[in-house]
């Protein structure tokens, strides 16, 4: 008999990725979205497809996800976001592993395929992205705010197959996403009581440039490698000048 799992996904305006993903996750026994309020159609049109939509605030990632963690009936979740597509194979492997009589895991890695402005990217930190998207719920929680990662107290096995992230809808689209990325980082550094200084404005983006665009060899990735290592550089900057506006009370 095989063992029941539950997709998990958190929502804001994804209307556009919602059909895609349910079709993805139909071999689920449940889907849950915990959306947060919405604007577009994204509710609707999940809970015309059959998904338990529940509502929530958000205040940060892990949050978000952890109150999402709650509402699987099942112990075995699939916590994928809308714009990773997940293929035939990994789905067969995703229930193969699970059900496996020898399965001494409370969670999976997989590897993901990054894709920007229509092109994969190969370099610049990417090639070696991957992240738990399969796990048992009674061994695991998220942590982090932003960048937010599973913390679990069993051992974490790796998955053969991976699937595509398609994390770019359009130049404004990817912009948001990180200019929100930055807010959320630089009200952490406020209650921890980091001021910025010259090192956080000019050291730190200028390290993170070189980091992404020369040392993992975003350059080899051609325009879109420059581009994605100059908006990521700039986001921190963005990180720190909220940081510096939030000391002076400016919005």
């Known amino acids: 008999m095989s063992l029941k799992i539950t997709a998990l996904a958190i929502t804001y305006n994804e209307e556009a990725h919602v059909k895609r993903y349910v079709e993805n996750l139909?071999?689920?026994?449940?889907?849950?979205?915990?959306?947060?309020?919405?604007?577009?159609?994204?509710?609707?049109?999940?809970?015309?497809?059959?998904?338990?939509?529940?509502?929530?605030?958000?205040?940060?990632?892990?949050?978000?996800?952890?109150?999402?963690?709650?509402?699987?009936?099942?112990?075995?979740?699939?916590?994928?976001?809308?714009?990773?597509?997940?293929?035939?194979?990994l789905k067969k492997e995703i229930v193969q592993r699970i059900n496996e009589t020898t399965n001494n895991k409370a969670a999976f890695l997989i590897k993901r395929h990054y894709y920007f402005m229509g092109k994969i990217i190969k370099f610049g930190g990417w090639q070696s992205d991957k992240a738990i998207r399969v796990f048992n719920k009674n061994f695991c929680h998220y942590q982090g705010l932003v960048h937010e990662s599973v913390v679990?107290?069993?051992?974490?096995?790796?998955?053969?197959?991976?699937?595509?992230?398609?994390?770019?809808?359009?130049?404004?689209?990817?912009?948001?996403?990180?200019?929100?990325?930055?807010?959320?980082?630089?009200?952490?550094?406020?209650?921890?009581?980091?001021?910025?200084?010259?090192?956080h404005f000019f050291i730190r983006p200028s390290y993170r440039f070189l980091w992404q665009y020369f040392f993992r060899l975003g350059i080899l990735d051609g325009k879109e490698g420059f581009i994605l290592a100059y908006i990521h550089s700039f986001s921190v900057f963005k990180r720190y000048l909220q940081l510096w506006m939030r000391y002076r009370k400016i919005d």
Not at 53 to 75: C, H, M, P
Not at 171 to 184: A, G, I, Q, T
């Open 26 to 89: 139909s071999f689920a026994d449940e889907i849950i979205f915990v959306d947060s309020y919405s604007s577009d159609n994204t509710v609707a049109l999940a809970e015309s497809l059959g998904v338990k939509v529940y509502q929530n605030e958000f205040q940060d990632f892990s949050s978000q996800r952890n109150f999402a963690i709650t509402k699987a009936s099942n112990d075995w979740v699939l916590f994928f976001d809308l714009d990773e597509i997940i293929n035939s194979n």
């Open 152 to 199: 679990t107290t069993g051992s974490v096995g790796e998955l053969k197959n991976a699937l595509d992230h398609f994390s770019y809808k359009s130049f404004d689209n990817y912009n948001d996403k990180l200019n929100l990325y930055s807010k959320l980082q630089a009200e952490h550094l406020y209650e921890k009581g980091i001021k910025p200084n010259f090192y």
